[in-house]
């Protein structure tokens, strides 16, 4: 079934269950942002493939990713610089089906939202990843966006893991991407080894 939603085009991919700020300052997205905190409802973050969100396409929509994450906005205040500062967190997956610019500028598409994965216990021999996910817990700027971890839950280490860890956006986009648990586990593996220097074993 298809819905329609807005969509935040950004040059970072967000995960389900995973947290970002976000600075709002485009009168669009300042409307937009009212809404949805007024009727609670949420809109869709897809990853800007490149240029700036103007780039790309005769119908001046810009070049966006296929797939995205529904966000709900979980905190927002005033930054110090007087812009409103929003925090948003991944809730599903979308596949985006079509795309156009609205009279205002801003973006929507209809899209056909995943049903979020069941909680499914973390293999053992992927109990590394939950070590990793855990350090990186600590630190000042994770610490702030207040995630709520369960260390045991494959999908929220995996998808945790994918936001948190310094990769390429394009890497990121790739394991939003995947469908199988396992194949997600296993590629962050691989990344993490890489990141660590080890050779592939």
């Given at each position: ?28 997205y ?6 949805c ?5 949420g809109?869709?973050?897809v ?5 700036s969100?103007v ?6 929509v ?9 966000a ?23 596949a ?6 609205e009279?205002?500028?801003?973006i929507?598409a209809?899209?056909?939202?995943d049903v979020?994965p069941?909680s ?7 109990s ?9 817990l ?25 936001q948190?860890?310094?990769l390429?956006?394009?890497i ?20 993490l080894r ?5 050779a592939?074993?």
């Amino acid at each position: 079934m298809l819905t329609e939603i807005a969509l935040f085009p950004l040059s970072s991919v967000l995960m389900p269950r995973a947290r970002m700020p976000l600075q709002i300052f485009e009168q669009r997205y300042l409307d937009l942002v009212a809404r949805c905190m007024r009727e609670n409802a949420g809109f869709g973050v897809v990853w800007l493939k490149q240029g700036s969100e103007v780039s790309g396409g005769s119908l001046d929509v810009p070049n966006i990713s296929d797939v995205g994450t529904y966000a709900s906005i979980v905190d927002w205040d005033q930054l110090p610089n007087g812009l409103l500062g929003i925090t948003i967190e991944g809730r599903q997956r979308f596949a985006v089906e079509s795309v156009w610019r609205e009279a205002d500028g801003l973006i929507k598409a209809e899209v056909s939202l995943d049903v979020p994965p069941e909680s499914t216990p973390l293999p053992d021999h992927y109990s590394g990843l939950a070590e990793v996910l855990e350090s990186l817990l600590w630190h000042p700027q994770v610490k702030r966006l207040g995630l709520s971890v369960d260390l045991k839950d494959a999908w929220t280490v995996a998808y945790l893991l994918g936001q948190l860890l310094p990769l390429d956006e394009s890497i990121k986009h790739g394991l939003l991407n995947l469908d199988s648990l396992e194949q997600l586990l296993e590629e962050l593996d691989t990344l993490l080894r890489e990141l660590s220097g080890e050779a592939p074993g």
